[in-house]
């Protein structure tokens, strides 16, 4: 890409401030703008260590999603030019996990194994970790001597995305592995979006006045111009949503110019059919990407089955318990097919896979009904699954457990399921080419999964790039499209927060501003207040496209 920065931007690329605070609205540019301040911060360490026999520079860049984040830096490669190599970006979680595997044993972990939330909702799982546990175990590590005094000489930059919502174990992590690193540090407190969420601690507008408190501070705040809709309108309307002005002109020109479409008063039960109609007149008109913003885990993933069976091929973002817990399963079976693993191990990573696509406190009883091997039509399928896996060769287990979800009849996480078997394939090809034998290349393919879920568990790795994509609410940050589709029910439950809803309106803006052209509303049902206003200006009440 041309990069052309502004004032504001070159500002920060030219900046030597031993902490840089970078505020911005959605699509100004932060991550860009940092991308060129890297290349010249390296380029710089460059010029001063030349001659003398010192670690090349390096520049660390942490995010809440790795996929998204990565997104931006892959359009600026060329912005960061032949530094791009020397750029490590990762996720909070991500960088914890690597710290538990490399240096657990530090703290008495030398075998570290990463679980889900799933999984501990059905077993006591006290000698694994969980994600809430990484940070805390990161830093443990990191406060150890001599891991410290090898990280801290490790970047020249560290670089942190969306720091106005960074908690208290993440700005300790920052401010523990830097050493003598620059800091940048870019956010919007507009997007200030996870502090009301349950188990978050710390975040809020308090973070920013903890960065400038840190010796050699400095805040640029970038010009309130998008680069993703240069034209203005979209993010224009979006400010006036989140200050609860809905007659303001910006949202009557967004509308006018269809830029803006809200649709409502429509009915729940054709909820995917609707959704599939809009995504499709959107790749119709020539949009080459459309984001699915949806509300909820069940919700989301509902849809994302219904949306599969009505032909919409899509990738399914943000619920990486249940990609991981199908990476499981299907290995399992296949490690059974193979005669290395018990036919238990198969039926506890099912339950496993069933808890993760449904939200709540407590398994539902479909799981224990899989691991109880209860009688009756699920029983007869399971073990119809047993009997043709037992017979079955190491070439042809893959395709029998791709098949197992429809075979046994589980109601949800058919998209989880088939992405799953896609990302099988390969590893199962590159396993069997490794391994000498079959029980070589199951050590080879289990590492693989493994590796493959933690990725998923930390967010630093989510699904393939497809034209549509589908996720949660909060999981719009970060990420753009073409046009987007932002789907809003009337059982959605935004909390109990009172008027002006500064927190949910916070999320309408973040969510209105992913489109570079097009954003489309759909309101099911008599929406709750917080969106209640976009009702009365629906621009085609009822209609359908």
């Not at 729940?268 to 913003?293: C, I, K, M, N, R």
């Not at 109601?411 to 396993?431: E, I, N, Y």
């Amino acid at each position: 890409m041309t990069f052309d920065p502004d004032d504001a931007q070159r500002q920060v690329i030219e900046a030597t401030d031993p902490v840089l605070l970078v505020l911005g609205g959605a699509g100004t540019g932060k991550t860009t703008t940092a991308a060129a301040a890297v290349r010249r911060g390296l380029e710089q360490c460059d010029q001063e260590t030349l001659g003398r026999s010192r670690r090349t520079s390096r520049a660390l860049f942490l995010s809440f999603s790795r996929a998204a984040v990565s997104q931006t830096l892959d359009r600026s490669a060329d912005v960061l030019g032949p530094y791009q190599d020397r750029v490590q970006t990762t996720t909070y979680h991500a960088f914890a996990w690597d710290l538990i595997q490399r240096f657990g044993n530090v703290v008495g972990l030398p075998a570290p194994e990463l679980t889900s939330a799933a999984e501990a909702r059905l077993f006591t799982t006290r000698s694994k970790i969980l994600y809430k546990d990484l940070l805390p175990l990161a830093l443990r590590i990191c406060r150890v001597p001599a891991v410290a005094a090898h990280l801290q000489t490790r970047w020249s930059v560290i670089v942190c995305d969306e720091f106005q919502d960074t908690d208290r174990n993440q700005f300790q992590l920052l401010t523990t592995i830097r050493g003598s690193a620059r800091l940048m540090l870019l956010g919007d407190l507009n997007q200030c979006i996870y502090r009301k969420l349950p188990g978050v601690v710390g975040v809020g507008p308090e973070r920013v006045a903890d960065a400038l408190a840190l010796e050699g501070a400095r805040q640029i705040d970038l010009s309130p111009v998008s680069h993703r809709d240069p034209t203005g309108v979209l993010p224009a309307a979006a400010e006036a949503v989140r200050l609860r002005d809905f007659s303001h002109e910006a949202v009557s020109t967004a509308i006018r110019d269809e830029r803006l479409r809200i649709v409502a008063d429509l009915p729940p039960d054709d909820e995917a059919d609707l959704v599939a109609s809009h995504v499709q007149q959107l790749l119709d008109e020539g949009h080459t990407s459309v984001a699915v913003f949806s509300h909820h885990i069940d919700s989301t993933t509902e849809l994302s089955d219904q949306l599969r069976d009505l032909g919409i091929d899509h990738e399914i973002i943000g619920l990486p318990e249940s990609l991981t817990a199908a990476l499981h399963a299907q290995y399992s079976m296949i490690a059974f097919a193979a005669g290395i693993s018990p036919w238990e191990r198969v039926r506890r990573h099912l339950a496993v896979f069933v808890t993760s696509s449904i939200r709540g406190n407590s398994a539902p009883p479909l799981a224990y009904q899989i691991l109880q091997a209860t009688p009756g039509l699920l029983g007869r399928r399971l073990a119809s699954l047993h009997d043709r896996l037992s017979e079955a060769s190491l070439q042809d287990a893959p395709l029998l457990a791709a098949q197992a979800h429809r075979g046994i009849g589980l109601p949800r996480g058919h998209r989880h399921w088939d992405r799953a078997a896609q990302l099988l394939r390969p590893l199962v090809a590159q396993s069997l080419r490794r391994g000498p034998d079959y029980a070589t290349a199951l050590k080879f393919l289990e590492q693989a999964v493994s590796e493959r879920g933690a990725s998923l568990l930390t967010y630093e790795a989510d699904g393939a790039e497809t034209p549509v994509q589908l996720m949660g609410l909060y999981q719009a940050k970060g990420r753009e499209a073409d046009a987007t589709v932002v789907v809003l029910r009337n059982s959605d439950f935004f909390g109990t927060e009172p008027p002006p809803y500064l927190d949910g309106s916070r999320l309408l803006y973040v969510v209105l501003t992913r489109a570079r052209r097009t954003t489309v509303v759909l309101l099911f049902g008599t929406p709750p207040p917080l969106v209640a206003p976009l009702q009365r200006l629906s621009n085609r009440e009822g209609d359908t496209p």
